[in-house]
Antibody, heavy 123, light 107 residues
Framework: EVQLLESGGGLVQPGGSLRLSCIGSGFFLRDHVMSWVRQAPGTGLEWLSSIRRGGDTTSYADSVKGRFTISRDDSKNTLYLQMNSLRADDTAVYYCVRTEPYGTTWFGFVQYWGHGTLVTVSS | DIQMTQSPSSLSASVGDRVTITCRAS??????LNWYQQKLGKAPKVLIF???SLQSGVPSRFSGSGSGTDFTLTINILQPEDFATYYCQQTYKTPITFGHGTRLEIK
């Protein structure tokens, strides 16, 4: 059974940093594009970042570009999101997701979601 | 960025009804359009990918259509478990964007 388990969320002050981790089980992370999606309280879904197999290609939403860094350690079957310069509007549940490609793009659709980890940015 | 406009933002319907949710892209996205269902407190679940392909395990009362800029999600014979929020998502070009969601409520 495919599972994604995020950790690393919590309360952080504005300007602070956090690193989220996501351990995959039931599959090999190395075979898949992985991404992060977040959802602020009571609002919709926001794609943040994706990383291609091998880790050589990444993509970011403008809202986090330059502040967040996605990475992967396939030997540990783990995806990461390093978040720096956090702001109040980064408060959200952060989901680790596994995508399934189709067509000619490398993103596809989200086939599996983690349970999410809550990040709260507040003083 | 490609803007995804979903309508309506909320919808009241009864069990057994047929409902349609639309999603319009600000530019052509071919068929790179996915639909998700999210229930309160849960992670979303994919229903339809590539505009019209039904994800394995999803009931056949769900269907998707469209290409280019205009897309629809149709739910035939609404069941009690279908009351949730629905999102469209384009994956044609980064940044990947979602619609703002359609909340489907029981009438």
């Amino acid at each position: 059974e495919v599972q994604l388990l995020e950790s690393g969320g919590g309360l952080v002050q504005p300007g602070g940093s956090l690193r989220l981790s996501c351990i995959g089980s039931g599959f090999f992370l190395r075979d898949h594009v992985m991404s992060w999606v977040r959802q602020a309280p009571g609002t919709g879904l926001e794609w943040l970042s994706s990383i291609r197999r091998g880790g050589d290609t990444t993509s970011y939403a403008d809202s986090v570009k330059g502040r967040f860094t996605i990475s992967r350690d396939d030997s540990k079957n783990t995806l990461y999101l390093q978040m720096n310069s956090l702001r109040a509007d980064d408060t959200a549940v952060y989901y680790c997701v596994r995508t399934e490609p189709y067509g000619t793009t490398w993103f596809g659709f989200v086939q599996y979601w983690g349970h999410g980890t809550l990040v709260t940015v507040s003083s | 960025d490609i803007q995804m406009t979903q309508s309506p933002s909320s919808l009241s319907a009864s069990v057994g009804d047929r409902v349609t949710i639309t999603c319009r892209a600000s530019q052509s996205i071919s068929n790179y359009l996915n639909w998700y269902q999210q229930k309160l407190g849960k992670a979303p679940k994919v229903l339809i990918f590539a505009a019209s392909s039904l994800q394995s395990g999803v009931p056949s009362r769900f269907s998707g259509s469209g290409s280019g800029t205009d897309f629809t999600l149709t739910i035939n014979i609404l069941q009690p478990e279908d009351f949730a929020t629905y999102y469209c998502q384009q994956t044609y070009k980064t940044p990947i964007t979602f619609g703002h969601g359609t909340r489907l409520e029981i009438k």
